[in-house]
């Protein structure tokens, strides 16, 4: 396969089309928040947007790392970028949260309080450590999982709340909902999973993509398409599943 710079050439053709196709469903949940301006639409949104934000970063970085002429045993546009997107994964975190606590716990501060600080947290140790010089990413491995550690917790109560919901409810629609919501939770953390696996791989050297960092993609568009079939419904997906 094609390499430079220490970078697959699969690696940011990849990344650019699950970015692509992850804009594609970003669009069509505001298209549904400006009908019909729900709060949890907008957390949705904003979720999504941030993680889709940061899928992208980590797709420009790969391009900037395979394109520019750059001495890669030394520079790293690519480690770079994806710990500048964690931080966005981070905030994307947050707003997951906004949307579960409005939709399953009444909007609790409580609950959303503790969320917040932790990925804050999450946040404010990824930003020290964002730099381009290689193995930057591998360094900040610990951050990384910690990242995880709130992310699952997330995942794990998404999941929960949404199988509570689906045994309540007997009617086809809903509970198809409900089940595609977990199924989100539950593609999210496979997908922290393999990153953690690939950079658990890779954290010897530094460098390089096992196929665990490609499965981590598919991972998190089947779990965003979940997401936004499951909440936002949309009318033909309704007609398939009666």
Not at 63 to 69: A, G, I, N, Y
Not at 118 to 144: M, T
Not at 165 to 177: A, F, M, S, V
């Amino acid at each position: 396969m094609l390499s430079r710079n220490n970078v697959p050439i699969l690696a940011p053709i990849v990344e650019t089309i699950v970015a692509t196709l992850m804009f594609i469903l970003v669009f069509s949940v505001w298209q549904r928040y400006i009908k019909r301006k729900r709060e949890a639409t907008a957390h949705l949104a904003i979720c999504f947007t941030t993680y889709a934000t940061g899928m992208l970063l980590t797709a420009i970085g790969k391009w900037l790392q395979f394109s520019v002429d750059i001495d890669p045993e030394v520079t790293s546009y690519a480690d770079f970028f994806i710990l500048l997107a964690y931080t966005f994964t981070a905030l994307s975190n947050v707003f997951l949260f906004a949307f579960i606590n409005g939709i399953f716990l009444k909007n609790q501060l409580k609950y959303l309080i503790p969320i917040t600080i932790l990925n804050s947290i999450s946040i404010g140790l990824f930003i020290p450590k964002i730099s381009i010089r290689q193995g930057s990413y591998a360094n900040a491995f610990l951050i990384v999982l910690y990242h995880a550690f709130n992310s699952i917790i997330i995942m794990v109560i998404l999941i929960w709340l949404s199988l509570k919901e689906r045994k309540k409810t007997k009617e086809i629609i809903p509970r198809t909902g409900f089940l595609l919501i977990s199924l989100y939770g539950i593609f999210i953390l496979l997908l922290f999973l393999s990153f953690g696996i690939d950079l658990a791989i890779v954290s010897g050297t530094g460098k390089g993509y096992s196929p665990f960092y490609y499965l981590s993609w598919f991972f998190a568009l089947a779990g965003l398409a979940s997401g936004y079939l499951g909440y936002i419904m949309p009318d033909w997906f309704r007609k398939v599943i009666r």
